[in-house]
């Protein structure tokens, strides 16, 4: 079993839509938790980082972390076509920053 | 305010061949780690570098060697090359202050093709 697991996808929804992305992980000493949007050919860009369980909300982004069920979530509310994107969880045992586990990222498409 | 840089973007070499990949960390960052991402996978830890010494590594192995400049600047060696270390290399950089660490930023990385 991987570290983190994370569905490929891909996920097309439409404009304006509300989507959710997931991941789970195996590893209980992981304590911090991040979300990064990854365009083609671009460097992962980050876009939530929560420590610990609980929500953290930022714009149309709303991340999630259940820590006893070792799920976190991404939440987009009002998709844009500009949200088309891969994107990754990441997570570490240490301080954010150091050695982050990714999954394998999920492709979203927002269509007009 | 510069983020991240690398170089080459993009370079192609053959089987056995070593490669040289450059990092440029973000302004006022002290910390460097590299990432390979093969293709349609997420990133995967190489290792780190602060204060000029190899802090972290992940689960490569030794042909993957890297080096710190006292500017912060990294380079990352990938000697006898294999066609399966075909990837996107990303440098990230981020600051450490009194055992805090601030956020990672990555660059657009430097796409390696071996044939």
């Known amino acids: 079993q991987k570290e983190v697991e994370q569905d490929p996808g891909p996920l097309s929804v439409p404009e304006g839509a509300i989507v959710s992305l997931n991941c789970t992980y195996s590893?209980?000493?992981?304590?911090?938790f991040m979300w990064y949007r990854q365009y083609s050919r671009k460097g992962p860009e980050l876009l939530m980082y929560?420590?610990?369980?609980g929500n953290k909300e930022d714009g149309r982004f709303t991340a999630q972390v259940d820590k006893s069920s070792k799920y976190i979530s991404l939440f987009i509310r009002d998709s844009q076509p500009s949200d088309s994107a891969t994107y990754l969880c990441a997570m570490s045992a240490g301080q954010a920053g150091t050695a982050l586990i990714f999954g394998k990222g999920t492709t979203l498409s927002v269509s007009s | 305010d510069a983020g991240v840089t690398q170089s080459p973007t993009h370079l192609i070499k053959t089987r056995g061949q070593q490669v040289t990949l450059r990092c440029s960390p973000k302004s006022g960052h002290d910390t460097v780690s590299w990432y390979q991402q093969a293709l349609g996978q997420g990133p995967q830890f190489i290792f780190q570098y602060y204060e000029e010494e190899e802090r972290q590594r992940g689960n490569f192995p030794d042909r993957f060697s890297g080096h710190q400049f006292p500017n912060y600047s990294s380079e990352l060696n990938v000697n006898a090359l294999l066609l399966g270390d075909s990837a996107l290399y990303l440098c990230?950089?981020?600051?450490?202050?009194?055992?805090?660490?601030?956020?990672?930023?990555f660059g657009e990385g430097s796409r390696l093709t071996v044939l």
């Open positions: 990230a950089s981020r600051w450490t202050s009194g055992g805090l660490t601030g956020e990672l930023f």
């Open positions: 590893n209980s000493a992981f304590q911090y």
């Open positions: 929560t420590y610990s369980s």
